[in-house]
């Protein structure tokens, strides 16, 4: 009877794990196009000066967003969640490959201006990709998924990814060889619409294959004395526990960190690429090239280092193998600048963490509660991301941010004086930031073995005694 139900579960298991890489692997080739396009885009149509504002808008956005985001994890059942997002992308896609085609608004205007509305829409609406589509499929993983499933079955889910990851800008890259902009931008829109939708139908199969028995993960199992389900939670809610559980403000460490970091290397290798290539096509074609090197890089991480280190090492072990390697990266970027060096330190970094970190790190999320692994994971990663890359942005190029003061404000002598202290102060803040992240991968790691030792679930309320 034992082994009975043992061979259910597995067979349960192979659904969830086919799926989950079908949906991820849809994300993640989405992602390889639609990301270069976005940096395109925002430098062909608005300027790569703007940058830094486009990255101070999003952080403000945030709040919005976060907002909103609660509001329909309240209205509806968490499994919804990533659905209703992946459809709204994948319209919104859709809608932008036409407005391409627009003689005014799109392509064939070649004038370049901070009044471009849709240069903006289209980088602020794709900047929170990450947070709405990628964050949410993990989230979902992670509510569904025991300890052991995703010690075993992440790498596996990450390194499907990751070669749809190497094959979708080469064919992007392909298309724009083959095609004007006018035309391959618009059809690379309607390919990613598409594979989101892809995405969207994945998880919707676990969901209508599984039964809802086989869908609780490790958080549900362990929590006998749940909230009030009738009882909805506070917008504010994940930011609360962002505060209030050390273990959550341990991870939003690791978030701001590696986007700060990445973000100071990233945005030297803009401005370098910009200086190198004119037009959207090449620009276009060097984002996509420099997308599958990191994607094939990180497609060995995740198929030959993940499950080997988590077996051989653990989960302490793993958290600190990022912000190492980091380090060094960073020690080479600083005293050898050029587009070839930035370029690597950057392949590097991306895929470092896809192929890597990301599954490494999203297992830090399943010892916790359902608030914990969609509302605070949201807000740490739509302020870890917003707020390390509008603060690395000035760090990194704090003249670039002249354009957002009056004329008597950037010709003072403070002014300048300011520029040129945050310009020195960048090497050591994000080397300070690296060794931060080692300290706090390694203190997480140890809870995180520590809670499941226990059968403890992190963020859960003590039931109330009856009186």
Avoid at 60 to 67: C, D, E
Wanted: hydrophobic fraction near 50%.
């Amino acid at each position: 009877m034992h082994s009975s139900k043992h061979m259910i579960h597995e067979g349960y298991d192979k659904i969830k794990t086919f799926y989950l890489a079908l949906a991820h692997s849809a994300i993640i080739a989405a992602y390889s196009i639609v990301r270069p396009m976005k940096t395109t885009v925002f430098i062909s149509f608005v300027g790569v000066s703007y940058v830094p504002t486009a990255k101070i808008v999003s952080f403000i956005m945030a709040p919005v967003l976060m907002f909103l985001y609660s509001v329909i994890l309240n209205a509806t059942h968490k499994n919804k969640v990533a659905t209703i997002f992946f459809g709204i992308y994948a319209v919104a896609i859709a809608i932008f490959s036409m407005l391409f085609i627009h003689p005014t608004i799109g392509l064939e205007n070649t004038f370049a201006s901070s009044s471009r509305i849709f240069g903006w829409i289209f980088y602020l609406f794709l900047d929170f990709f990450n947070v709405l589509i990628l964050e949410t499929f993990w989230a979902f993983a992670n509510s569904i998924s025991s300890p052991h499933f995703a010690k075993e079955k992440y790498s596996i889910i990450s390194a499907a990814a990751r070669a749809t990851g190497i094959a979708a800008p080469l064919l992007a890259c392909y298309l724009i060889d083959m095609l004007k902009p006018l035309i391959s931008f618009p059809l690379l829109c309607i390919m990613a619409s598409i594979l989101l939708t892809v995405a969207l139908v994945g998880l919707q199969r676990i969901t209508s294959n599984v039964p809802e028995d086989y869908l609780a993960g490790y958080s549900r199992d362990h929590e006998a004395h749940e909230n009030n389900p009738k009882k909805k939670s506070g917008w504010l809610d994940g930011l609360k526990l962002l505060f209030k559980e050390p273990y959550v403000l341990g991870i939003f460490v690791l978030i701001y960190s590696f986007n700060y970091v990445s973000t100071f290397a990233d945005f030297q290798m803009q401005a370098l690429a910009a200086a190198t290539f004119s037009g959207p096509a090449a620009i276009a074609k060097f984002y996509y090239i420099y997308t599958a090197i990191f994607q094939v890089l990180g497609f060995f991480f995740a198929f030959v280092g993940t499950n080997a280190l988590l077996r051989r090492f653990g989960l302490p072990f793993c958290l600190m193998v990022s912000p190492f390697i980091t380090f060094g990266s960073l020690l080479v970027l600083l005293n050898f600048k050029s587009l070839t060096v930035a370029t690597v330190t950057m392949v590097i970094f991306r895929a470092l963490n896809y192929g890597f970190n990301v599954p490494v790190r999203e297992m830090l999320f399943i010892p916790t509660t359902e608030t914990i692994q969609f509302k605070s994971k949201a807000w740490i990663t739509s302020f870890g991301q917003t707020l390390a890359e509008s603060l690395s942005s000035f760090f990194n190029d704090p003249s670039m941010a002249a354009h957002l003061f009056s004329r008597s404000i950037t010709t003072s002598s403070a002014f300048t004086s300011t520029v040129q202290l945050l310009g020195q102060a960048r090497p050591a803040v994000a080397l300070l930031l690296s060794g931060g992240w080692f300290a706090t991968a390694y203190l997480l790691g140890n809870k995180y073995q520590e809670t499941i030792a226990h059968n403890k679930v992190i963020g859960r309320r003590a039931p109330k005694k009856d009186l």
